[in-house]
């Protein structure tokens, strides 16, 4: 049989369209085809995978960013796949429900851990095992959050593979129960694979919605409002954060145990 790295070789060009020698060595991860968008146009280099599952480009300056789509299975796959390119560093861009009250709609979480409630990690790492981000690379993110006078948390997500779930009363006092500061459905994920991989990673996550309550549960139109309220300076520090990392030539270490 190929090796994983044979396999990942030759399926990230096929997922992405974008060929191997086209990818940088730090990532920028979202499920926001528009920021894709953005981010080609800010830089002027080309996208790749317009009609494929995932959609990709890379900068002048080595800095790739990729779509990946949504849900724990998905996020598992890209990380698998980067492991084609070995990148130095992969940053999520993600949106999260605030659980918490001092998860409010436009705040920044950098998350210090994730519950692992989505079960696919479970095929990576052993259930005790935490999901823990490079606290390197938060700390660089954290900085560019603090020079643009940003609010940002920090906290436990809950990662869930559940999108309906609202409605559940049992699943809304279980959450209540972890203490989490909000929930997505990808960063537990993240972590455990990119620990599991070798890779150093971290998220950055938008408060989009309060679901906790029925007021707060996002809809079409208050997701419109967000992005068009804070989905450009969610990119922008994303993209700085890493962009300065590269230009540093800083080493985001993982060690393996």
């Not at 993600?94 to 990690?121: N, V």
């Not at 999901?131 to 906290?155: E, I």
């Not at 971290?202 to 408060?207: C, D, E, S």
Request: aromatic share 8%; hydrophobic share 40%; with cysteine.
């Amino acid at each position: 049989m190929p090796s994983k790295q044979q396999i990942a070789k030759d399926w990230l060009p096929r997922y992405t369209g974008m060929p191997l020698e086209r990818f940088g060595q730090h990532v920028l991860l979202t499920n926001f085809h528009d920021y894709v968008h953005r981010f080609a146009d800010r830089f002027g280099c080309t996208m790749y995978g317009e009609a494929r599952p995932m959609q990709a480009a890379t900068n002048d300056h080595g800095v790739t960013i990729i779509n990946f789509g949504i849900g724990s299975p998905n996020a598992a796959t890209v990380m698998d796949l980067l492991t084609a390119v070995s990148p130095r560093a992969v940053l999520f861009l993600g949106k999260c429900g605030g659980i918490k009250h001092t998860a409010e709609i436009g705040h920044f979480i950098l998350p210090i851990g994730a519950i692992r409630g989505e079960g696919t990690s479970d095929d990576y790492l052993p259930p005790r095992v935490p999901a823990l981000p490079s606290f390197k690379l938060h700390k660089f993110v954290s900085q560019k959050l603090v020079d643009r006078q940003l609010d940002y948390r920090t906290g436990v997500i809950y990662t869930t593979n559940r999108r309906v779930w609202e409605h559940d009363d049992a699943f809304r006092e279980q959450l209540r129960a972890h203490t989490a500061i909000a929930i997505d459905m990808e960063t537990a994920t993240f972590f455990i694979v990119g620990h599991a991989n070798q890779i150093a990673r971290g998220a950055l996550l938008l408060v989009s919605d309060r679901p906790m309550t029925p007021e707060g549960i996002k809809t079409s139109a208050s997701d419109v409002m967000v992005s068009r309220e804070w989905s450009d300076v969610h990119l922008e520090v994303g993209i700085d954060s890493l962009m300065e990392i590269e230009e540093n030539g800083e080493e985001i270490k993982h060690f393996q145990y």
